[in-house]
């Protein structure tokens, strides 16, 4: 379909060749861009909720959000569990890894795994490690990530 141009249909291609500059855009060029907020949504959002070391059918908590540390007799066999919360308003399956250190950085435990299932809104999941032995004494560390996986 042309272009009505005075008393006849003028093809743009044949514009663009008679006249000295084309008041028509090409459709190559861009007339218009947008960049920027579309919405927001909601975060998903997840908490290591608890960290527990069970040995000798004793369990002492470590609050992760506070520094203090529980003594652990030396040679002692220990389990480590994580509880991982789901914070958000969204079902989500965890991801976890961790990794403790001996005194010296060595490597004690590195554990990682995925949850089967999905974790509901306000609900926890129990994530629970190998068995390890506190084989020297000093500060042992513990390094967690906690990923949403879908």
């Given at each position: 379909?042309?272009?009505?141009?005075?008393?006849?249909?003028?093809?743009?291609?044949?514009?663009?060749?008679?006249?000295?500059?084309?008041?028509?855009?090409s459709a190559e060029e861009v007339l218009d861009t947008y960049s920027g907020a579309?919405?927001?949504?909601?975060?998903?959002?997840?908490?290591?909720?608890?960290?527990?070391?069970?040995?000798?059918?004793?369990?002492?908590?470590?609050?992760?959000?506070?520094?203090?540390?529980?003594?652990?007799?030396?040679?002692?066999?220990?389990?480590?569990?994580?509880?991982?919360?789901?914070?958000?308003?969204?079902?989500?399956?965890?991801?976890?890894?961790?990794?403790?250190?001996?005194?010296?950085?060595?490597?004690?435990?590195?554990?990682?795994?995925?949850?089967?299932?999905?974790?509901?809104?306000?609900?926890?999941?129990?994530?629970?490690?190998?068995?390890?032995?506190?084989?020297?004494?000093?500060?042992?560390?513990?390094?967690?990530?906690?990923?949403?996986?879908?």
């Amino acid at each position: 379909m042309g272009i009505a141009l005075y008393d006849r249909p003028v093809e743009l291609e044949e514009l663009e060749h008679t006249l000295p500059y084309s008041p028509f855009v090409s459709a190559e060029e861009v007339l218009d861009t947008y960049s920027g907020a579309l919405f927001s949504a909601g975060a998903y959002t997840g908490a290591i909720d608890d960290i527990m070391i069970e040995y000798d059918s004793v369990n002492p908590h470590v609050n992760p959000k506070s520094p203090i540390a529980p003594s652990i007799p030396p040679n002692k066999s220990v389990l480590i569990h994580v509880w991982a919360k789901n914070t958000s308003s969204v079902n989500y399956a965890f991801g976890i890894a961790w990794t403790v250190k001996r005194p010296d950085g060595s490597i004690a435990e590195s554990y990682s795994d995925v949850q089967s299932f999905t974790t509901s809104p306000g609900s926890r999941h129990e994530f629970i490690g190998g068995r390890f032995t506190v084989d020297m004494a000093g500060t042992w560390t513990m390094q967690i990530t906690l990923k949403r996986i879908y």
